[in-house]
């Protein structure tokens, strides 16, 4: 009776493993696949999904709804756009003060660093449905705010793509 239990160990073990390690193996072949269907979808700029729509590559026309899927961006096209039409929408940048003092847009709701956000919510529109787009200098911190927004209750707020980089390479003026 032991020289047999001595010789079914190996396969018993190898029984437990595979039992063990099978279904794990299949949820991460399940994770890696939504992983790259959301990256690919992710990969997507909404500036496309509005080329889509109507057709207008890179701007915006009044009529357009800002609601869009989450995290998402706008490019300084159509920033400019809707700067243009007069349509309303608060502009929050999230820089430095000192940032702020060398070139900042014109029409700046407020100035609020990125991660005070939540601290100074109150000095944010107190409508959560107006538009709000947050730039930085390249976009990243801006990014961030906007997740924060979104966090705060805000629907429609939004990272301007590029940041203040992209703003001043499209050739657009910036206040002093």
């Keep these: 009776m032991r020289n047999k ?8 073990l190898l ?3 595979v039992i ?3 279904p794990a193996l299949l949820s991460c072949s399940a994770k890696t696949e939504n992983d790259s ?3 690919s979808s992710q990969n997507e700029r909404p500036s496309d999904e509005f080329t889509k729509t109507t057709g207008i590559e890179g701007s915006m026309t009044t009529e357009t709804s800002y609601v869009r899927r989450e995290g998402s961006t706008i490019s300084v096209a159509e920033l400019k756009a809707a700067m243009d039409s007069g349509e309303k929408f608060a502009l929050l940048d999230v820089r430095t003060q000192s940032e702020y003092d060398e070139a900042h847009l014109e029409g700046v709701f407020a100035l609020i660093p990125f991660d005070q956000i939540i ?5 944010l529109p107190q409508d959560k449905k107006m538009p709000i ?3 930085c200098r390249s976009g990243r911190r801006s990014g961030v705010a906007t997740l924060t927004l979104r966090e705060l209750g805000y629907e429609q707020a939004f990272n ?6 992209a703003w001043n390479r499209a050739g657009l003026p910036l206040a002093k």
């Design 5 to 12: 239990m001595r010789s079914d160990w190996p396969r018993k």
């Design 15 to 17: 029984f437990c493993l």
């Design 20 to 22: 063990i390690i099978t």
């Design 37 to 39: 269907a959301d990256k």
């Design 119 to 123: 601290e100074r919510a109150s000095e």
């Design 133 to 135: 787009f947050s730039f």
């Design 160 to 165: 301007i793509e590029g940041g203040i980089i």
